[in-house]
């Protein structure tokens, strides 16, 4: 792994990064390297946090999967059963299984983003919201909205963020690195993201779709702002150390320390396909979970977790108890093999390990 990791940098240009590793509840692969902050000439080190963007989303699911645990919500229920503001323009059978695997037919806020860091407003505004007409919308990816509304349904149900409670609840038992919003006594630690020029265009929209405001060039002044550590976007807004990641995805396998919050049983409903089709936006093969992507690839075929925009890859292959997170601070898009070399190794050396 460290040969891998290395080779990232001096074949194809890694500016800074992490990668780390459980299996069967143990770090087994914890590597740093390359510089933080391209400006400072900060270098990247043990402790260095890391925004994930949509690595973020399995997190939240976790959260969601906890409420279903406690008998306090199922993903068969409509949504408007806990936020009655919801059902308003013809939403009020959409379902939170529906809303996990992006088949909400709300990709984008029909009054903008003015208000982008601003829950309540978002939320406000999704609520009035009718589902978008097209029926290609109906297994779109929610890049940032999703967020929106499973963090208000948290916030329905049991009175806390989803923030506090995965802190609460999962960061602060496990002991992990990991944050939905950051603390701002922890923002010096954070990488700098970088996207070199060319690389955030307007993307592939279409009469279908909208641009998503985070992904869009100029989009780094965002990333990199107090306001957006601080705002604790659910769906884009974790923050965590690589070792962290891993650790979190390993206590999905089975128990880290001693500790394991979602049973077992959870997990397999969490992983459990609820949706597998073609991204209209992207024309790629998709499938999800109760928010967690599944394999449509190669790799383990019961792999689950989620990625992050620009590269970051987080999840867990429990038929090899291996759980992993990459995270790096220079975004691409489009092929990427820095994220691929570096599975592949892991793929390579987990078989060995169960032989």
């Known amino acids: 792994m460290a040969e891998a990791f290395e080779r990232n940098f001096t074949e194809r240009g890694e500016l800074g990064a992490a990668f780390a590793a459980y299996h069967r509840g143990r770090l087994v692969v914890d590597l740093w390297g390359g510089t933080a902050d391209p400006e400072t000439g900060r270098a990247w080190d043990r402790d260095t946090i890391h925004l994930m963007f949509s690595g973020t989303k399995g997190l939240t699911s976790a959260c969601i999967l906890l409420l279903v645990q406690r008998g306090q919500v199922s993903l068969d229920d409509p949504l408007s ?25 709300l990709p984008w806020v029909d009054a903008g983003y003015a208000d982008l860091l601003e829950h309540d407003a978002m939320a406000a505004h999704l609520a009035a919201q009718a589902p978008a007409s097209d029926p290609r919308a109906g297994f779109m990816y929610h890049p940032v909205t999703w967020g929106w509304l499973l963090d208000e349904l948290v916030r329905r149900v049991d009175g806390r963020t989803v923030g506090r409670f995965f802190a609460d609840e999962f960061a602060v038992p496990l002991g992990l690195e990991v944050w939905i919003g950051l603390p701002e006594e922890l923002h010096w630690r954070v990488a700098t993201m970088v996207a070199p020029d060319g690389v955030l265009v307007d993307g592939p929209w279409t009469e279908l779709n909208r641009p998503n405001p985070l992904w869009v060039p100029g989009s780094e002044k965002i990333w990199n702002s107090a306001e957006y550590r601080n705002a604790g976007l659910a769906a884009v807004g974790g923050y965590a150390t690589a070792r962290g990641m891993a650790r979190f995805y390993a206590s999905l396998l ?17 992983r459990h396909e609820i949706r597998r089709g073609v991204e209209p936006t992207w024309g790629s093969p998709m499938a999800y979970g109760a928010g967690f992507e599944l394999q449509t690839g190669d790799g383990p075929a019961d792999a689950f977790g989620h990625p992050g925009a620009g590269g970051s890859r ?42």
């Open 314 to 355: 987080h999840g867990a292959w429990p038929s090899r108890e291996t759980a992993y997170s990459y995270l790096m601070n220079e975004v691409r898009v489009g092929p990427d093999d820095r994220p691929l070399t570096l599975l592949d190794a892991l793929s390579r050396g987990s078989r060995a390990t169960d032989r």
């Open 254 to 270: 089975g128990e880290v320390d001693g500790v394991r919050v979602l049973t077992p049983e959870t997990v397999e409903l969490g």
């Open 81 to 105: 059963r806990y936020w009655p503001e919801f059902g308003a323009e013809g939403k009020e059978s959409i379902t939170i299984a529906e809303v996990l695997s992006h088949q909400a037919r």
